[in-house]
């Protein structure tokens, strides 16, 4: 038997930097796109939205609305309360206050951007103007517009059932703290404030719901993260059975956490398509996006360490209150807040550990995931190490080799209750010592500086939960997860992948080819990648988040095509009469080893399981799939360390990158291109964060940051070349890759800030405890002009 030879990839794919299937689609304007569904009889959706952060609602006047020509219902909160069930996100958790709320506003408006009457027309034009004619007065509270503020005495109360605006409140401890602080040589305090803010997906959020009366079925194509979980709680919402709701996802343009949530926009849509019997679409706005969509990272960490004179750490305990913003959404806050919790000693020996974590309410829009939610922990310890080595005298390298945990040391069982093991952060950090020569450096930096020039440079160092281990999540308090897959065989020898999880930009339909192809020895090109149904995905609540995909979802098509390649080897041998064990499959042509001749397609294969199986032995497993669940075996961490240099003009206070260099290890590289891509992207996403993006309110709750003309996002133009280092080590588990996803924004923010004070304090300035690092700010640190 012979076949001809794919031209497609073949072989060898893991570790090759093979272009990406899916950027043919999208990077020539052909993907599908939530806008993209135009349907015959589309109505278009807007939202009426509060221009008060905090006040009753005294009265509604819609009728000018609901008159215009073109029209086809305008829903007020009422209204819709009486189709929807209130807004719950409730979690059975000891001390986590969850307030319900209405999906529209009926009689309280808590932040400025919260929808009030939904409207939809024959076009978004004749909804908008409808919206205009809408009359809706309020009677204005006050605001309350910082953590500090809801947490005082007598501030105004947010929701009765929100006693002192505080939704959560926990407090841990292990070793002995007392002791630690007692023993020690040295206690550094310093408080952290960090500022709020946003996603910033290119695509905005959106969907199309579409009823259908004669089946009562309800489909609901969004741009998300979570299709299932989006069925789950919008089916929920609105009392839809779960078997008459579909979601599909199409192509997603970005989420970096936003689109994981399910929101009250979500749940209206849905409803209204139901009430008027047709498919309604909304496609949100980027003044939306700003102010109501959800921000992030607003957050106060005061933080003490315990030391002995030669910089070990002898104990540590800490506070974080967060800003989570009027209203909850998913994941619960207290993830964010354990998140931090147990990774803020990481990846350092502290053997003594205490921690609170207060969660409060104000007049903001919801605090939303924003790609690696819990970086504040990584800001704080790294701010921290550099205060250390600046108190005792030594330098930046030395106090973290004192007390950072080695692979010999390991499996290392951490103070925050897990235990670290293959991780090789010390790897990273000597690696990048080593790229960087600070030693060197200072000595450049100390030439500099005497001719005038603000100069400095930082290291910080981490450990990614990507995805952690089962422990890990344990001591957060969120599940882990397993991911299940389904892989067939086509009749035509094509493979099929069945996923849950939701790719906006990764690159998964390339990297699970890769690892399918290598596994069944089938062309790249021969496997296609099925995602975003969920009437054709296996269910898991958690889809694409958490750089999951690397180890989750590989484990799941590894584990998987192993199962297929046995059912395959196992009919072949029958057809070449041979043993499996000496069948080898390449470029999907099944062959004896050592006898080329003998060899079988694997779509005549499939084909003849398809439509001849009785021609095989009886008995025969003929059924050309696999559905496995992956519980990852442990999981793992990711690992960095970064260097940064900076200079700082004196007299307009901005920042000048001069040099970047990134270490990282994610174990085994499925595709380097790929790896590089997320890291070049997250290093960005960290250092405009710093330098760029920051969510304004001002003291009545307004949101002054509503366009990109206030609200500034970094291009290419203001980022430095990255230098990028791997290193790739393995483990013994099925999957030796882990994610990378989010790990340059976890870690950029911390060395762009340690350069910086860096520079500052060495021209006479002050410690730098707030963020963003803007020109004025870094003026006023170094005592250029007054401070605020």
Known sequence: MTATASTSVMGGLVGSRVKRKEDLRILTGRGRYVDDVNPRGLLHAVFLRSPVAHGTIVSIDVDDARALEGVADVITGAEMAEITNPCNYGAEVPGLVTPTYPVLAVDTVRHVGEPVVMIIAESRAIAEDAAQLIVVDYDQLPAVTSSTQALADGAPQLFDDVPGNIRYRNHTSSGDVEAAFAQADHVISETFAQHRWAPVPMETRGGVATFEPASQMLTYEAACQTPHLLKFLVAAAINQPQHLMRVLGNDVGGGFGLKWSPYREDFALCAAARRVGGTVQWIEDRNENLISAGHGRDETVSIEIAVRADGEILGMRGSVVLDQGAYPIMPPPLVFTGLMRTTLPAPYRVP?????ETVAVTNKASYVSIRGPWAMETLVRERLMDLVARELGITQVAVRERNMVTLAEQPYEMATGYTLENVTVHETFKRAVELSDPEAVHAQLEAERAEGRIVGFGITSFIEPAPGTPEYWASVGFPFGPEPTRIKVEPDGHVTVYTPQMPHGQGHETTLAQLVGDE??????????????????????????????????????????????????????DMLEASPADLEIKDAIISVKGSPEAQLPLSQLAMTCYMAPGALPEGT?????????????????????????????????????????????????????????????????GLGGMLYEHVVYDDEGQCLTGTFMDYLMPTA???????????????????????????????APAALTNAVEDAIIAAGGQKVTTTPLTPTRVLELLGTIPAE
């Open 352 to 356: 003594a550990y205490e921690f609170d």
């Open 621 to 685: 497993d003929t059924d050309l799939q696999a559905s496995v669940v992956y519980d990852g075996e442990g999981g793992g961490f990711s690992q960095a360390t970064h260097c940064c240099w900076v200079e700082i003009d004196p007299d307009t206070g901005q920042i000048d990158i001069r040099r970047y260099l990134s270490v990282e290890d994610c174990g085994k590289m499925i595709n380097p291109a790929v790896v590089e891509g997320q890291v070049r992207g997250a290093i960005t996403m």
């Open 520 to 573: 069944l020895g089938v062309p790249f090109d021969d496997v296609r990648l099925v995602f975003g149904d969920t009437q054709t995905t296996p269910f898991t609540m958690i889809g694409t988040g958490g750089s999951r995909a690397a180890t989750m979802a590989s484990g799941g098509v590894v584990m998987a095509s192993q199962e297929v390649r046995a059912k395959i080897l196992d009919i072949a041998a």
């Open 717 to 747: 133009a203001e980022m430095p070349d990255f230098e990028l280092d791997h290193l790739e080590f393995e483990t013994d588990k099925l999957i030796g890759s882990r994610g990378v996803g989010e790990g340059g924004t976890v870690l």
